[in-house]
Each structure stands twice: as C-alpha cells, then as structure tokens.
C-alpha cells in the first residue's frame, strides 16, 4: 500500500528513524533504505533489524540530493510514496491517519499533517501552523508562497504513479526548492489533504537542506526555483473567476518570494563570514543575482543582533 523512501546519508538518529517507522500501527507499507556511501554504520544500523518489510539498498554511484530522492523513489512498489529523513521520527498513527485522508479524498494527490520540530536533544519547541483538511491546489501554493505555512518533506503522502508519470522530484541545485515544486505539480490536479494531529518529529540541524551548500550555489538555485514556478504558473487552467484571482495572486508573490530567499541567504551568508568576506561576496554578486543595498545592510544588522564573527 505504502512505500516509505529512506536515502540513509547520516547514521546518528537512523535506529530511531527506523524503529518509527517499523512501529506504525498501520502494518501494510515497505521501507526501502538506500545507502548510497556504502556507509558501514548505516549497513550496520539497517542489518540490525529483522524485518521483512525493510528493502536494503547499496549503491556504487554517489548522487546528488535529488537524483538520490529520485533513485530511491524509483524502488517504490507501494499505491503512495513518502520520502523519510534519517534524522526524523513519526508518530505510531501516522501511516494510519494519512492512509485515512487517502480514502475520504481519494481524487486527491496529495496528503500532509501537522509537524513537531526537535530540537537536536530531542525536545520539541513548537509545532507547525494547522491548515484546513482539504484546500485546492491553488491555495496551497499560494500559502506557500505567502510563506504563511512551513513545510517539510517527511509530512507528505503522494500517489506513486503521479510523481513517476511527472519525473519524480523537480530537480533543482542541493535540492533548494525542489520539495515545494514537486508538491505544487501534484497538488493542481486534486488539491491536497491534511491531518490536523501531530505526527511527525523534525529535527533541526545544520546538516538540512536549508543550511546545506554555498551560497553562490543557492542563489543559483533561487534563479532556478523562480525560472521554474514562472513557466509553471503559466501552464495552470483556471475555470472560474475565484481560480483566477488566486492564479493572479500567485503571479505577484513570485518575485516577493524570490526577494526572501535571497535576504534568507544574505543573512546566512553574513553569519558565516568575516565583515570583510561578506562585503566582498555582496559586491561580487549584487548585479548578476540582483541583490538589493538595503538587503545587504539587512544582513550586516542581522548578523551583528545574533551575535556572531563579524570581524
């Protein structure tokens, strides 16, 4: 019934990622671990279990973030796909109430629920904000963009032949963006359904995506993010006047959207470097990345409030 994708790439939180998993209340699912470092730690950690649901996989061949999701996707047997974290946890009911929201939207593509973000010792500090059980595809892009809600990968259920038929994951520079896009696609067609519960356990770690890569790298993939959304946006039909408001809608926050990230990467940029770097980086990048001055005194202020090498 359900396919749980598992790219295993650092091994300190996998055995509890893992025992998540294989302690669902909701038995009808495999979980396929692809280790693509032929790492020892995590052959070890998966080897631990003895569970006929679980499908090992090594790989020769180190792939980037995406082409990984892909690959991993690719093993898939299962009606719907999740892609998991090795440093994340689910709640035991969690196949269970998106199994459910499959049945009671069964035209829907999409299924998501409420997130617990962890602190790296394991306690949660907040949740995410609740969204309504059923939203077209329009408003859940536009609440994204918005940045009105957060979203993470391990939250969403999506139909198996759906994201195969569309190429898998929207493949885009250290996978910035490419979680968000991918849902946007499978969300126009069906909208998308959310359980309310809390049942998923994200970790924050520097080792994410959002804090992954160079800048330069980043900002390429913002370029790619934006390029993407634009063509795609274009190609939405919209069939009555309040489809086509929230499409317009949708059309004005691009650039918005485009702007935050930027300051977001700005602001990272300007905690990892001296003043010295961080001036320098700004002015080699201002015009081919369209960097804003005001931004860039965002950052300098930014950095110097959270107290960081600025010297």
């Not at 055995?15 to 209340?25: F, G, N, P, Y």
Request: glycine share 4%.
């Amino acid at each position: 019934m359900i396919s749980i994708g598992l790219p295993a790439v650092k091994p300190a939180f996998l055995t509890d990622a893992i025992k998540s998993v294989l302690e669902q209340r909701y038995p009808d699912f495999e979980l396929i671990i692809v280790n693509d470092r032929k790492d020892e730690t995590i052959r070890r950690i998966a080897g631990s279990f003895s569970d006929k649901r679980i499908r090992y996989y090594e790989e020769d061949t180190i792939l980037p973030i995406v082409k990984n999701w892909n690959r991993t996707l690719s093993y898939a047997r299962g009606e719907y796909f999740i892609l998991f974290s090795d440093d994340d946890l689910y709640h035991q009911d969690f196949l269970s109430e998106l199994s459910g929201l499959a049945q009671r939207y069964p035209l829907c593509n999409l299924f998501h629920c409420r997130v617990n973000k962890l602190s790296l010792s394991g306690n949660v500090y907040t949740s995410t904000k609740i969204c309504p059980e059923f939203e077209s595809g329009l408003t859940f892009i536009l609440q994204r963009l918005k940045n009105s809600r957060e979203q993470f990968v391990p939250e969403f259920m999506v139909k198996t032949d759906k994201i195969k038929e569309q190429g898998g994951f929207v493949d885009l520079p250290l996978a910035w963006g490419s979680d968000d896009l991918t849902w946007f696609s499978l969300a126009t067609d069906g909208g998308a359904a959310y359980c309310s519960k809390d049942l998923v356990y994200w970790r924050e770690s520097t080792s994410q995506v959002s804090f992954s890569g160079s800048i330069p790298q980043r900002l390429i993939a913002v370029k790619e993010y934006q390029k993407w959304i634009k063509h795609f946006v274009e190609t939405i039909p919209v069939k009555t006047e309040e489809e086509f408001k929230l499409l317009e809608q949708i059309k004005s926050l691009i650039p918005y959207n485009a702007e935050n990230q930027k300051i977001f990467l700005l602001a990272i940029h300007s905690e990892r470097e001296s003043l010295y770097n961080h001036c320098k980086f700004y002015f080699q990048n201002r015009k081919t990345n369209e960097l804003k001055f005001k931004w860039f005194l965002y950052s300098i202020y930014h950095s110097i409030w959270k107290q960081t090498k600025i010297i």
